[in-house]
């Protein structure tokens, strides 16, 4: 049987959610891309972009009246299931303000930051929390890696908004190629392949291997050492270091699948890291996920001709 993210998150939730999503039909459970608990307030789910209440019997209703009610010891009781009952233990996520829980789901959390020197520190008073549900969508890669990585492994970067699909995407795309050539996943935060005792929760391909929880620049250069990879896979790359490790692994020849926050071309004349990527040569191909359609492709482009020059939008 095939996990489910929704089966992983509905362990953290209050018990009158959990009853409410179980009494809901499979076919529109399974369409749910978020749960949001906030304190006080109407527990709601999101579908297809848009948030609704939940009812007690497990319909969608877009009224208070009717729909069930998150109270504070319910909000506070699942957030210390969502850190294992060790706050301490989960304080650099609480500050960055999200937890990957189990299963690849990640956790966003609302309330008073305390900050020090204009940097977060530490959180108080949670006021809510968004589970974003973790989808496998076997075959939405298809086409992208039809076009670019069926024949040969090549670089691709995949450009998408938050709530694009992107990971969705780069999962997908993983199991595709990890059927054909030798693969290594970063996992930096656990969310693609979901790994459990060492085994994946998803199916991420026969010939790939797993770096879980290790920092992304780090993973990147112990697997160009170890693992003697046909293609690097990762999610969200968008800082110094990761450039730097890519760029180094470009020169050793090994080709890198990665994501990246865009919505657009344009937004990647923006990121300094990226233009730096893109300019050496580093991905062969770009890809732009629709921003109100997630896991659709609006476009993919060869990137070979943008090396050396500046990325034409």
């Given amino acids: 049987m095939e996990w489910s993210g929704l089966q992983n998150g509905m362990r953290y939730l209050p018990r009158a959610v959990r009853e409410a999503i179980s009494c809901m039909p499979p ?62 233990r989960y304080a650099k996520e609480i500050q960055e303000g999200f937890i990957t829980v189990s299963g690849g789901n990640r956790v966003g959390i609302a309330g008073s930051f305390v900050c020090r020197d204009g940097m977060p520190v530490q959180m108080r008073h949670i006021s809510g929390l968004n589970f974003r549900i973790a989808h496998a969508v076997n075959g939405c890669a298809q086409e992208l890696y039809a076009r670019t990585c069926k024949v040969k492994p090549a670089g691709v970067l995949l450009i998408g908004a938050v709530g694009s699909g992107k990971t969705t995407m780069l999962r997908d795309f993983c199991r595709l190629a990890g059927n054909h050539f030798r693969v290594t996943l970063v996992d930096e935060r656990s969310e693609i392949a979901a790994m459990h005792r060492g085994i994946p929760r998803y199916d991420v391909g026969l010939h790939t291997d797993v770096l879980d929880g290790i920092p992304r620049a780090e993973g990147l250069l112990t697997a160009l050492r170890v693992m003697t990879p046909q293609l690097l896979i990762c999610d969200e790359i968008g800082t110094e270091a990761d450039a730097q490790a890519i760029a180094r692994i470009h020169g050793c020849g090994v080709p890198v699948v990665a994501s990246a926050h865009g919505a657009s071309w344009k937004d990647l004349e923006q990121r300094r890291v990226l233009q730096m990527l893109l300019h050496a040569g580093v991905f062969s191909y770009g890809a732009l996920l629709q921003s109100d359609r997630p896991g659709q492709l609006q476009e993919i482009r060869s990137l070979q001709d943008q090396a050396g020059g500046r990325f034409a939008c």
Avoid: M, W
């Fill in 27 to 88: 076919e529109e459970s399974a369409e749910i891309q978020e749960i949001r608990l906030r304190a006080e307030r109407p527990a709601a789910i999101c579908i297809q972009g848009t948030e609704f209440f939940l009812s007690g019997t497990g319909k969608k209703t877009r009224t208070e009246q009717g729909s069930i009610f998150v109270s504070q010891k319910e909000l506070e009781q699942a957030f210390q299931a969502v850190c294992e009952y060790s706050v301490y």
